[in-house]
């Protein structure tokens, strides 16, 4: 059982973290500061330092676990030996989308905060090395479906039109006021068409290149 400091302890940082996550989802990561966080917290900017050592470290603690949430579901659908590599593709996509309208006031924080490039082999930040490791997950998603080697150069080409269209659904939804299992009832089959044709197209894509 813990003692009084130690829940206290425990208060604080809960506070601190959403506050945190408060301020960045209000005005951006990059436009907060550590005194402002403390100030929303109700606790001092030397306090704040005992729990984070910086902004970079409050990040990784708000994003970190729900990052590696739907990390372990796009895994288990990729795993899956009873799905078509097609279904896969849309089971990944989906669980990513559902995340990202789950997470609407935290999402651009969670993909873009000090964000690296999505092809850079080694980062710096944990938090960037988990973002590149979603993306290679639906890279190798889609790769299954085309006909296209892992070590093909057009595959990280193909992968950033897909993740940028998965944005773009995502952004279009982002201040809708309807419920995730509403707008993923309402629209599913929208986006796995919007997924038929990106794949459609990479094919004819492929083909077109092999016949030159």
Known sequence: MMNKQEIRAKETKKS???AAGKLFSERGYDAVSMREIAKEA?????TIYIYFTNKE???YQLAMPSLLGLKEKMENAIHHKDLSPEKKLQTVSHEFIRFCLMNRTMYKVFFNAKASRVDE???DLEINKLRIGLFNLLSLALQECLP???SDDRLLGYSRIYF????GIVG???SSEESVESLMERLGTTFDDAIDVLLLGFKKKIKGSEGN
């Open 16 to 18: 601190i973290l959403s």
């Open 42 to 46: 109700k606790c001092s900017h030397t």
């Open 57 to 59: 470290a409050l990040l």
């Open 121 to 123: 082999e080694n980062p």
């Open 148 to 150: 296209i080697s892992s």
């Open 164 to 167: 940028f269209t998965l944005h």
């Open 172 to 174: 279009t939804y982002h």
